[in-house]
C-alpha cells in the first residue's frame, strides 16, 4: 500500500504562482505513471496533469497546458505540480493519485482569488 500526502496548496491572487507536492511512502513510485486530479466545489473531478514512470513523457488537461508543469523525482518519491497565471476557475482541492493503484492522496486546498 502507498500513502501519499500533498502539501503547497493556499491562497493566491489571480496571476500567481503555487508548487504543489506530494510525498509518497510506503511503496517506491518510480513503477508506477503518476497523476494530478482536482475537484471544485459542486463539480465532479477532473483530470489535471499525469507523468509516465521515468518522467520522460507528461501530458496535461486542456485548461491547464502551457501553465502548469508536472515532475517527478523517483529519488526522492516526490511528484509535484507547478501552477502559474493561476486563475480563479482553478480553485479546487489538487489530489495527487497512482490510478493503476487506485491510490489518492486527502487533497490540498488552493484558492485563487480575482
Known amino acids: 500500500q502507498v500513502h501519499l500526502a500533498e502539501s503547497g496548496g493556499g491562497l493566491v491572487q489571480a496571476g500567481g504562482s503555487l508548487r504543489l507536492s506530494c510525498a509518497a511512502s510506503?511503496?517506491?513510485?518510480?513503477?508506477?505513471?503518476m497523476q494530478w486530479y482536482r475537484q471544485a466545489p459542486g463539480k465532479e473531478r477532473e483530470f489535471v496533469a499525469g507523468i509516465t514512470r521515468s518522467g520522460n513523457t507528461t501530458y496535461y488537461a486542456d485548461s491547464v497546458r502551457g501553465r502548469f508543469t508536472i515532475s517527478r523525482d523517483n529519488s526522492k518519491n516526490t511528484l509535484t505540480l507547478q501552477m502559474n497565471s493561476l486563475k480563479p476557475e482553478d480553485t479546487a482541492v489538487y489530489h495527487c493519485?497512482?490510478?493503476?493503484?487506485?491510490?489518492w492522496g486527502q487533497g490540498t486546498q488552493v484558492t485563487v482569488s480575482s
Open positions: 510506503g511503496r517506491t513510485i518510480s513503477s508506477y505513471g
Open positions: 493519485v497512482i490510478e493503476s493503484l487506485g491510490s
